[in-house]
């Protein structure tokens, strides 16, 4: 029995793999889409995909068309081909809006550009873009059943960005251009107000404050130090017990120390 059910299992994947290598050489689109179809509900994405192709072109506005680029966008989606799938996600909810699959096409196009979001340190021009389309699909659902994981991608790519920021302006601090490192400093703090990172963007601000006052040419020197005494009074403010306070201490003595050769 067992060796008959494993031949019969046979006769169906040769069978199978027939009518797909005639669906690939016909010229009936038809034929293409009923094989492509049967690809898709066995889960052969790849071979699925390879018709699909074939045939997208000549199936715009015909009945069956809104069915085939959504199987065909989902096997992209599901055989990790993301760059594609977002792509016809988009061309399926913009030809399709009233279709019964509008959200869930609207969601996974989204979705698809999370993946092509590269670690912090690369450029993060696809998570920009990953964050509009997602913000996108909140914006035209706000009770929609992705709605939840929405808000967690976007949570997660913005928080990519937020660590970004703070090691560009880290940057600045570790290469001695101190100026700079200021501004990004301050600029990292207005764009991110609630950032994790705050303490200890206020302390490299306050550090590089430090080191371009004692560095500076005497006619400088007293309005530098002044804000750099003002940057460890901010991260003070904010953190009393802060984890850099030993060594802010310490910069703070010398910044005083320095301050008395001008009230003399």
Do not use: H, W
């Not at 680029?69 to 913009?94: H, P």
């Not at 929405?150 to 001695?176: C, D």
């Not at 700079?180 to 764009?191: E, Q, T």
Request: hydrophobic share 40%.
């Amino acid at each position: 029995m067992k060796k008959v059910l494993a031949l019969f299992a046979i006769i169906l994947f040769l069978a199978s793999c027939s009518d797909y290598q005639r669906a690939l050489k016909s010229d009936d689109i038809a034929v293409k889409f009923t094989s492509a179809t049967k690809m898709y509900e066995a889960k052969k994405y790849g071979k699925a995909i390879r018709l699909f192709e074939q045939i997208a072109p000549a199936y715009k506005g015909k009945p069956q068309a809104e069915r085939m680029f959504y199987m065909y966008s989902q096997a992209l989606y599901t055989t990790k081909q993301y760059y594609l799938a977002g792509y016809q996600f988009e061309n399926f909810t913009a030809s399709y809006p009233k279709s019964e699959k509008i959200e869930e096409a609207s969601f996974l196009g989204a979705k698809s550009f999370t993946f092509l979001s590269p670690v912090y340190s690369l450029d993060q021009t696809d998570t920009y873009k990953a964050i509009d389309k997602l913000q996108n699909y909140i914006d035209a659902y706000p009770e929609g059943k992705n709605l939840a994981e929405a808000n967690a991608l976007v949570k997660k790519l913005r928080e990519k960005l937020e660590k970004k920021a703070f090691e560009n302006a880290k940057i600045y601090n570790n290469i001695s251009d101190y100026k700079a490192a200021m501004v990004a400093f301050d600029n990292f703090m207005i764009n991110f107000p609630g950032t994790v990172y705050k303490e200890k963007a206020l302390y490299y601000k306050f550090d590089s404050a430090y080191n371009l006052a004692i560095n500076s040419v005497p006619s400088k020197m007293k309005e530098r130090l002044e804000t750099a005494k003002a940057a460890y009074q901010s991260l003070i403010k904010f953190k009393a017990d802060t984890e850099y306070k030993a060594k802010a201490d310490e910069m703070l003595a010398k910044i005083d120390n320095d301050l008395k050769q001008y009230s003399k």
